[in-house]
Protein backbone atom coordinates (compact mmCIF):
# COMPACT_ATOMS: atom_id res chain seq x y z
CA UNK A 1 0.00 0.00 0.00
CA UNK A 2 2.88 2.32 0.87
CA UNK A 3 4.14 1.05 -2.13
CA UNK A 4 1.47 2.50 -4.43
CA UNK A 5 0.97 5.62 -2.47
CA UNK A 6 4.40 6.16 -2.72
CA UNK A 7 4.23 5.35 -6.74
CA UNK A 8 1.33 8.32 -6.50
CA UNK A 9 3.29 10.87 -5.47
CA UNK A 10 6.31 10.31 -7.78
CA UNK A 11 4.11 10.45 -11.11
CA UNK A 12 2.45 13.29 -9.68
CA UNK A 13 5.77 15.47 -8.37
CA UNK A 14 6.50 14.71 -12.09
CA UNK A 15 3.57 16.03 -13.86
CA UNK A 16 3.09 19.88 -13.44
CA UNK A 17 -0.03 20.71 -12.43
CA UNK A 18 -0.27 22.78 -15.47
CA UNK A 19 1.66 23.39 -18.45
CA UNK A 20 3.39 26.67 -19.30
CA UNK A 21 4.54 28.23 -22.26
CA UNK A 22 8.24 28.96 -22.33
CA UNK A 23 8.43 31.52 -24.99
CA UNK A 24 11.74 31.74 -26.47
CA UNK A 25 12.66 35.32 -28.34
CA UNK A 26 15.57 36.64 -29.63
CA UNK A 27 17.37 37.09 -32.79
CA UNK A 28 17.60 35.61 -36.16
CA UNK A 29 20.29 32.36 -35.40
CA UNK A 30 20.37 33.58 -31.53
CA UNK A 31 19.81 29.65 -30.92
CA UNK A 32 16.25 29.63 -30.06
CA UNK A 33 15.78 26.32 -32.41
CA UNK A 34 18.37 24.33 -30.96
CA UNK A 35 17.77 25.08 -27.26
CA UNK A 36 13.75 24.58 -27.62
CA UNK A 37 14.52 20.99 -28.83
CA UNK A 38 17.26 20.16 -26.15
CA UNK A 39 15.07 21.46 -23.54
CA UNK A 40 12.07 19.55 -24.87
CA UNK A 41 14.41 16.64 -24.63
CA UNK A 42 15.48 16.91 -21.41
CA UNK A 43 11.28 17.40 -20.51
CA UNK A 44 10.30 14.30 -22.15
CA UNK A 45 13.42 12.33 -20.52
CA UNK A 46 11.49 14.20 -17.11
CA UNK A 47 8.22 12.95 -17.83
CA UNK A 48 6.64 16.27 -18.89
CA UNK A 49 4.54 16.35 -21.69
CA UNK A 50 5.75 18.74 -24.02
CA UNK A 51 5.23 20.01 -27.79
CA UNK A 52 7.98 22.27 -29.79
CA UNK A 53 6.53 25.54 -31.57
CA UNK A 54 9.09 26.79 -33.85
CA UNK A 55 8.51 29.75 -35.65
CA UNK A 56 9.23 28.97 -39.12
CA UNK A 57 7.27 25.75 -38.89
CA UNK A 58 4.35 27.44 -37.71
CA UNK A 59 4.63 30.73 -40.50
CA UNK A 60 3.99 27.60 -42.43
CA UNK A 61 1.41 26.16 -40.89
CA UNK A 62 -0.71 28.65 -40.07
CA UNK A 63 0.94 32.01 -41.60
CA UNK A 64 0.55 31.09 -45.29
CA UNK A 65 0.20 35.08 -46.73
CA UNK A 66 1.45 36.63 -43.96
CA UNK A 67 4.59 38.83 -44.41
CA UNK A 68 7.03 40.58 -42.51
CA UNK A 69 5.51 44.11 -41.50
CA UNK A 70 4.86 44.81 -38.23
CA UNK A 71 1.41 44.21 -38.42
CA UNK A 72 1.71 40.45 -39.89
CA UNK A 73 4.61 39.95 -37.73
CA UNK A 74 2.39 40.73 -35.02
CA UNK A 75 -0.25 38.46 -36.38
CA UNK A 76 2.16 35.51 -36.95
CA UNK A 77 3.31 35.45 -33.44
CA UNK A 78 -0.83 35.72 -32.28
CA UNK A 79 -1.26 33.07 -33.68
CA UNK A 80 1.39 30.81 -32.39
CA UNK A 81 0.65 32.16 -28.76
CA UNK A 82 -3.33 31.02 -29.52
CA UNK A 83 -2.21 27.44 -29.90
CA UNK A 84 0.51 27.36 -26.94
CA UNK A 85 -2.71 29.00 -25.09
CA UNK A 86 -4.53 25.46 -25.50
CA UNK A 87 -1.97 23.49 -25.50
CA UNK A 88 -0.35 24.81 -22.07
CA UNK A 89 -3.81 24.82 -20.32
CA UNK A 90 -4.11 21.21 -21.28
CA UNK A 91 -0.93 20.69 -19.45
CA UNK A 92 1.44 20.15 -21.97
CA UNK A 93 4.29 22.39 -21.68
CA UNK A 94 4.53 24.30 -25.20
CA UNK A 95 8.51 25.26 -26.19
CA UNK A 96 8.38 28.39 -28.29
CA UNK A 97 11.13 29.59 -30.67
CA UNK A 98 9.91 32.40 -32.26
CA UNK A 99 11.90 36.13 -33.20
CA UNK A 100 9.19 37.71 -31.48
CA UNK A 101 10.39 41.31 -32.06
CA UNK A 102 7.79 43.58 -30.35
CA UNK A 103 7.40 43.65 -26.52
CA UNK A 104 3.96 44.64 -26.66
CA UNK A 105 2.92 41.26 -28.24
CA UNK A 106 4.44 39.30 -26.10
CA UNK A 107 3.17 41.13 -23.02
CA UNK A 108 -0.13 40.74 -24.87
CA UNK A 109 0.30 37.00 -25.22
CA UNK A 110 1.62 36.87 -21.10
CA UNK A 111 -1.54 38.28 -19.65
CA UNK A 112 -3.79 36.03 -21.64
CA UNK A 113 -1.72 33.40 -20.39
CA UNK A 114 -2.57 34.00 -16.74
CA UNK A 115 0.85 33.48 -15.07
CA UNK A 116 1.85 30.27 -17.36
CA UNK A 117 3.88 32.06 -19.37
CA UNK A 118 7.82 32.24 -18.55
CA UNK A 119 9.60 34.21 -20.91
CA UNK A 120 12.91 33.66 -22.06
CA UNK A 121 15.70 36.00 -23.82
CA UNK A 122 17.45 34.27 -26.20
CA UNK A 123 20.24 37.37 -25.84
CA UNK A 124 23.03 36.00 -28.10
CA UNK A 125 24.34 39.58 -29.40
CA UNK A 126 24.03 40.62 -33.09
CA UNK A 127 27.32 40.04 -34.00
CA UNK A 128 27.67 36.23 -33.21
CA UNK A 129 24.27 35.53 -35.19
CA UNK A 130 25.46 37.12 -37.91
CA UNK A 131 28.81 34.49 -37.98
CA UNK A 132 26.55 31.83 -36.86
CA UNK A 133 23.97 32.67 -39.50
CA UNK A 134 23.00 29.49 -39.61
CA UNK A 135 19.85 30.41 -42.81
CA UNK A 136 22.54 32.29 -44.36
CA UNK A 137 19.76 35.69 -43.97
CA UNK A 138 23.02 37.65 -42.31
CA UNK A 139 25.12 37.20 -45.81
CA UNK A 140 21.38 37.64 -47.80
CA UNK A 141 21.30 41.20 -46.04
CA UNK A 142 24.58 42.13 -46.39
CA UNK A 143 24.10 41.29 -50.28
CA UNK A 144 21.21 44.00 -50.65
CA UNK A 145 19.38 40.53 -51.40
CA UNK A 146 16.70 40.89 -48.25
CA UNK A 147 16.23 43.81 -46.45
CA UNK A 148 13.71 43.83 -42.65
CA UNK A 149 16.21 41.32 -41.07
CA UNK A 150 15.47 41.72 -37.24
CA UNK A 151 18.42 43.15 -35.12
CA UNK A 152 19.81 44.69 -38.67
CA UNK A 153 17.29 46.65 -40.62
CA UNK A 154 14.08 45.96 -38.32
CA UNK A 155 13.82 46.69 -34.72
CA UNK A 156 14.16 44.01 -32.29
CA UNK A 157 12.53 45.36 -28.53
CA UNK A 158 14.35 42.90 -25.70
CA UNK A 159 12.06 41.80 -22.98
CA UNK A 160 12.48 43.87 -19.85
CA UNK A 161 11.52 41.37 -16.87
CA UNK A 162 11.90 37.81 -18.77
CA UNK A 163 11.77 35.27 -16.50
CA UNK A 164 15.63 33.77 -17.86
CA UNK A 165 18.35 35.78 -19.64
CA UNK A 166 20.18 33.14 -21.86
CA UNK A 167 23.88 34.56 -23.02
CA UNK A 168 24.34 31.16 -25.18
CA UNK A 169 27.77 32.61 -26.34
CA UNK A 170 29.30 31.90 -23.15
CA UNK A 171 27.33 28.36 -22.39
CA UNK A 172 27.07 25.54 -23.55
CA UNK A 173 23.34 24.07 -24.92
CA UNK A 174 23.73 21.77 -21.94
CA UNK A 175 24.70 24.58 -19.60
CA UNK A 176 21.31 26.45 -20.89
CA UNK A 177 19.17 23.39 -20.66
CA UNK A 178 20.06 23.39 -16.83
CA UNK A 179 19.14 26.88 -16.35
CA UNK A 180 15.75 26.34 -18.21
CA UNK A 181 14.83 23.83 -16.35
CA UNK A 182 15.69 25.33 -13.00
CA UNK A 183 13.59 28.28 -13.89
CA UNK A 184 10.54 26.28 -14.96
CA UNK A 185 10.96 24.56 -11.48
CA UNK A 186 11.73 27.53 -9.13
CA UNK B 1 -5.65 -0.73 -0.33
CA UNK B 2 -8.55 -2.43 -2.65
CA UNK B 3 -10.36 0.92 -2.37
CA UNK B 4 -6.61 2.69 -4.10
CA UNK B 5 -6.63 -0.01 -6.27
CA UNK B 6 -10.41 0.76 -7.21
CA UNK B 7 -9.65 3.89 -7.38
CA UNK B 8 -6.85 3.77 -9.81
CA UNK B 9 -8.42 2.27 -12.25
CA UNK B 10 -11.65 4.16 -12.34
CA UNK B 11 -9.34 7.26 -13.09
CA UNK B 12 -7.98 5.03 -16.02
CA UNK B 13 -10.83 4.08 -17.56
CA UNK B 14 -11.99 7.78 -17.88
CA UNK B 15 -9.43 8.63 -19.85
CA UNK B 16 -8.34 7.87 -23.18
CA UNK B 17 -5.71 6.42 -24.14
CA UNK B 18 -4.85 9.06 -26.52
CA UNK B 19 -7.36 12.14 -27.32
CA UNK B 20 -9.02 12.11 -30.65
CA UNK B 21 -10.11 14.87 -33.31
CA UNK B 22 -14.04 14.56 -33.16
CA UNK B 23 -14.78 16.03 -36.40
CA UNK B 24 -18.12 18.12 -37.14
CA UNK B 25 -18.73 18.61 -40.46
CA UNK B 26 -21.81 20.23 -42.43
CA UNK B 27 -24.05 22.91 -43.28
CA UNK B 28 -24.15 26.20 -42.20
CA UNK B 29 -27.35 26.20 -39.30
CA UNK B 30 -26.85 21.91 -39.25
CA UNK B 31 -26.20 22.53 -35.10
CA UNK B 32 -22.75 21.86 -35.48
CA UNK B 33 -21.66 24.80 -32.64
CA UNK B 34 -24.33 23.29 -30.47
CA UNK B 35 -23.61 19.50 -30.52
CA UNK B 36 -20.06 20.35 -30.12
CA UNK B 37 -20.68 22.49 -26.79
CA UNK B 38 -23.05 19.72 -25.59
CA UNK B 39 -20.89 17.14 -26.55
CA UNK B 40 -17.86 18.67 -24.89
CA UNK B 41 -19.95 19.07 -21.59
CA UNK B 42 -20.43 15.41 -21.28
CA UNK B 43 -17.33 14.42 -22.13
CA UNK B 44 -15.83 16.96 -19.30
CA UNK B 45 -18.35 15.35 -16.77
CA UNK B 46 -16.66 11.86 -17.72
CA UNK B 47 -13.38 13.44 -16.73
CA UNK B 48 -11.86 13.63 -20.14
CA UNK B 49 -9.83 16.68 -21.37
CA UNK B 50 -11.35 18.65 -24.20
CA UNK B 51 -11.22 21.50 -26.22
CA UNK B 52 -13.80 23.09 -28.74
CA UNK B 53 -12.89 24.65 -31.66
CA UNK B 54 -15.59 26.01 -33.37
CA UNK B 55 -14.81 27.28 -36.92
CA UNK B 56 -16.18 31.15 -36.88
CA UNK B 57 -13.61 31.65 -33.55
CA UNK B 58 -10.99 29.80 -35.04
CA UNK B 59 -11.22 31.73 -38.39
CA UNK B 60 -11.01 35.10 -36.35
CA UNK B 61 -7.81 33.52 -34.75
CA UNK B 62 -5.94 32.14 -37.24
CA UNK B 63 -7.29 32.81 -40.33
CA UNK B 64 -7.45 36.79 -40.50
CA UNK B 65 -7.11 37.67 -44.34
CA UNK B 66 -8.54 34.22 -45.91
CA UNK B 67 -11.73 34.87 -47.95
CA UNK B 68 -14.74 31.94 -48.91
CA UNK B 69 -12.32 30.77 -52.36
CA UNK B 70 -12.02 26.87 -52.16
CA UNK B 71 -8.45 27.77 -52.03
CA UNK B 72 -9.04 29.90 -48.99
CA UNK B 73 -11.57 27.56 -47.26
CA UNK B 74 -9.18 24.95 -47.64
CA UNK B 75 -6.55 26.75 -45.91
CA UNK B 76 -9.01 27.44 -42.71
CA UNK B 77 -9.63 24.01 -42.80
CA UNK B 78 -6.13 22.50 -42.59
CA UNK B 79 -5.13 25.29 -39.93
CA UNK B 80 -7.92 23.98 -37.79
CA UNK B 81 -6.90 20.31 -38.28
CA UNK B 82 -3.32 21.70 -37.47
CA UNK B 83 -4.18 22.76 -34.34
CA UNK B 84 -6.53 19.48 -33.64
CA UNK B 85 -3.77 17.10 -34.37
CA UNK B 86 -1.59 19.26 -31.47
CA UNK B 87 -4.24 18.85 -28.80
CA UNK B 88 -5.67 15.13 -29.49
CA UNK B 89 -1.76 13.24 -29.79
CA UNK B 90 -1.64 15.34 -26.21
CA UNK B 91 -4.86 13.48 -25.51
CA UNK B 92 -7.03 16.05 -25.65
CA UNK B 93 -10.11 15.31 -27.30
CA UNK B 94 -10.78 18.26 -29.53
CA UNK B 95 -14.44 18.51 -30.97
CA UNK B 96 -14.27 20.72 -34.20
CA UNK B 97 -17.13 22.48 -35.09
CA UNK B 98 -16.49 23.44 -38.98
CA UNK B 99 -18.23 23.70 -42.29
CA UNK B 100 -15.37 22.12 -44.13
CA UNK B 101 -17.15 21.63 -47.39
CA UNK B 102 -14.60 19.18 -49.35
CA UNK B 103 -13.60 15.91 -48.47
CA UNK B 104 -10.40 15.57 -50.19
CA UNK B 105 -9.19 18.51 -47.05
CA UNK B 106 -11.10 16.25 -44.79
CA UNK B 107 -9.53 13.36 -45.72
CA UNK B 108 -5.84 15.05 -45.81
CA UNK B 109 -6.88 15.79 -42.24
CA UNK B 110 -7.77 12.17 -41.61
CA UNK B 111 -4.31 10.47 -42.90
CA UNK B 112 -2.26 12.89 -41.02
CA UNK B 113 -4.30 12.14 -37.66
CA UNK B 114 -3.34 8.14 -37.79
CA UNK B 115 -6.54 6.98 -36.61
CA UNK B 116 -7.37 9.54 -33.84
CA UNK B 117 -10.04 11.09 -36.57
CA UNK B 118 -13.61 10.87 -35.86
CA UNK B 119 -15.72 12.25 -38.90
CA UNK B 120 -19.39 13.16 -38.24
CA UNK B 121 -21.70 14.21 -40.95
CA UNK B 122 -24.12 16.98 -39.19
CA UNK B 123 -26.38 15.40 -41.94
CA UNK B 124 -29.49 18.18 -41.53
CA UNK B 125 -31.00 18.64 -44.86
CA UNK B 126 -30.83 22.35 -46.74
CA UNK B 127 -34.45 23.45 -46.27
CA UNK B 128 -33.80 22.77 -42.26
CA UNK B 129 -30.70 24.76 -41.98
CA UNK B 130 -32.43 27.67 -44.44
CA UNK B 131 -35.25 28.10 -41.63
CA UNK B 132 -33.24 27.66 -38.63
CA UNK B 133 -30.85 30.17 -39.85
CA UNK B 134 -28.89 31.17 -36.63
CA UNK B 135 -27.39 33.72 -38.33
CA UNK B 136 -29.19 34.85 -40.46
CA UNK B 137 -26.85 34.20 -43.99
CA UNK B 138 -29.26 32.17 -45.60
CA UNK B 139 -31.46 35.35 -45.72
CA UNK B 140 -28.58 37.52 -46.34
CA UNK B 141 -28.41 35.31 -49.35
CA UNK B 142 -31.75 34.99 -50.88
CA UNK B 143 -31.48 38.32 -50.80
CA UNK B 144 -28.58 38.89 -52.80
CA UNK B 145 -26.75 40.45 -49.78
CA UNK B 146 -23.92 37.45 -49.88
CA UNK B 147 -22.89 34.90 -52.11
CA UNK B 148 -20.48 31.93 -51.92
CA UNK B 149 -22.98 30.36 -49.15
CA UNK B 150 -22.45 26.74 -48.69
CA UNK B 151 -24.95 23.94 -49.96
CA UNK B 152 -26.48 27.26 -51.44
CA UNK B 153 -24.56 28.33 -53.81
CA UNK B 154 -21.61 26.79 -53.39
CA UNK B 155 -20.54 23.04 -53.39
CA UNK B 156 -20.41 20.73 -49.78
CA UNK B 157 -18.90 17.75 -50.48
CA UNK B 158 -20.56 14.87 -48.05
CA UNK B 159 -19.13 12.45 -46.17
CA UNK B 160 -18.61 8.82 -47.97
CA UNK B 161 -17.65 7.36 -45.21
CA UNK B 162 -18.40 9.22 -42.10
CA UNK B 163 -17.87 7.38 -38.66
CA UNK B 164 -21.41 8.85 -37.50
CA UNK B 165 -24.37 10.75 -39.45
CA UNK B 166 -26.42 12.67 -37.74
CA UNK B 167 -30.39 13.78 -38.74
CA UNK B 168 -30.61 16.57 -36.00
CA UNK B 169 -34.04 16.99 -37.55
CA UNK B 170 -35.41 14.28 -36.17
CA UNK B 171 -33.06 13.74 -33.02
CA UNK B 172 -32.80 15.78 -29.58
CA UNK B 173 -29.57 16.91 -29.27
CA UNK B 174 -29.11 14.96 -25.85
CA UNK B 175 -29.93 11.98 -28.18
CA UNK B 176 -26.99 13.30 -30.71
CA UNK B 177 -24.78 13.41 -27.64
CA UNK B 178 -25.06 10.28 -26.73
CA UNK B 179 -24.91 8.60 -30.41
CA UNK B 180 -21.27 10.52 -30.25
CA UNK B 181 -20.50 9.40 -27.23
CA UNK B 182 -21.26 5.30 -28.21
CA UNK B 183 -19.25 6.70 -31.58
CA UNK B 184 -16.18 7.58 -29.61
CA UNK B 185 -16.45 4.54 -27.55
CA UNK B 186 -17.12 1.70 -29.84
Redesign the interface.
Known sequence: ?ET??AA?DETRSALPSAGRTVWLTGLPSAGKTTLAHAFADRLREEGV?V?VLDGDVLRE??G???GFSREDRE?NV??IG??AE??SR???TTVCAVISPYRSTRDELRARHEGRFVEVWVATPSAVCAERDVKGLYAKQRAGEISHLTGVDDPYEAPEAAELVLHTQDRSVEECVEALWLTLNS
Open positions: MTAIPEALRGLERRFVLLNGV
